[in-house]
């Protein structure tokens, strides 16, 4: 875990920061980092009832557990209170989910 994050309220579309967090305002999509190194991680949580998108940019992946986007796809929320930690993996150009609440739907 990355200690000390910073953390920002977003509520318009834009891309994540490298080792940050956001609590999320608005039905928005928020970028994942277009060129994250080993290891780097970000925390997304849905702070009211709205669907979030977290998009991966170029051929980027998302996992979680067993569950695998397409190449540049995305993790849609369900529900406020849903929240994700992603980890970084260069070898696989994946963010690996480390901590997941709720349901996440990925495309």
């Known amino acids: 875990t990355i ?3 910073v953390f920002t309220d977003p509520n318009t579309a834009g891309s994540i920061a490298t080792n940050s967090g956001e609590f999320v305002k608005a039905a928005v999509t928020r970028t994942l980092p277009a060129s ?3 290891g780097d991680e970000v925390e997304i ?6 669907v979030v998108v977290v998009d991966a940019p170029g051929t980027a992946l998302i996992r979680i557990g067993s569950n695998v986007s397409s190449a540049g796809g995305t993790a849609t929320s369900t ?7 992603l980890r970084y ?6 963010w690996h989910a480390v901590a997941v609440v709720g349901t996440w739907t990925l495309a």
Do not use: E
């Open 36 to 38: 994250p190194a080993q």
């Open 45 to 50: 949580c849905v702070t009211l009832n709205f």
């Open 89 to 94: 993996r260069t070898a696989n150009t994946t």
């Open 3 to 5: 200690s000390n994050l």
């Open 79 to 85: 529900a406020q209170g849903d929240a994700l930690i």
